[in-house]
């Protein structure tokens, strides 16, 4: 087994997670609000963060310690600075999310029912996240053809 292998492996299985975590969290987010519905947006919730710890370790393995392309590659191409714009969009995005559900666990935590009244604002912010990861994707298959080079691909 190769590293390259193993890191585009990983940077993969992230996206089945983040994807179905994002997706999942905002549905459960819609869904009924009791405790054992928390508890699924939580645990939603804590996988969408492995997802996006996996991505950035493997993505960052891949862009600086040369193990697919050399980092020139990735400076040198649009899709992948379009890439990362996205994906700053997701971090800005889901800062209030993240700073709720921290609220939430800790609430659960204390034997309190949290204050669900953002539930349906940050489920429509899951759903955008899902959908620009998607487009994270295409822009990912283009790069993997060699497509968005500045300097004429």
Do not use: C
């Not at 040369?66 to 590659?73: E, F, N, P, Q």
């Amino acid at each position: 087994m190769s590293l390259q292998w193993f890191i585009a492996f990983v940077h993969l299985l992230a996206l089945g997670i983040g994807l179905g975590a994002v997706w999942f969290r905002g549905r459960a987010l819609l869904g009924q609000l009791d405790e054992p519905g928390i508890r699924r947006v939580l645990h939603a919730d804590t996988w969408w963060g492995v997802a996006a710890l996996l991505w950035v370790a493997s993505g960052l393995v891949r862009v600086f310690a040369g193990t697919d392309k050399v980092s020139a590659y990735y400076f040198d191409n649009w899709l992948f600075w379009t890439k990362m714009t996205l994906f700053f969009v997701i971090l800005l995005h889901e800062i209030r999310p993240m700073l709720v559900l921290i609220r939430w666990r800790r609430a659960l935590g204390a034997g309190r029912m949290p204050d669900t009244t953002l539930a349906r604002r940050m489920a429509r912010v899951s759903f955008i996240e899902a959908g620009i990861v998607v487009v994270m994707v295409a822009l990912a298959t283009g790069m993997a053809r060699g497509w968005g080079t500045l300097g004429g691909g």
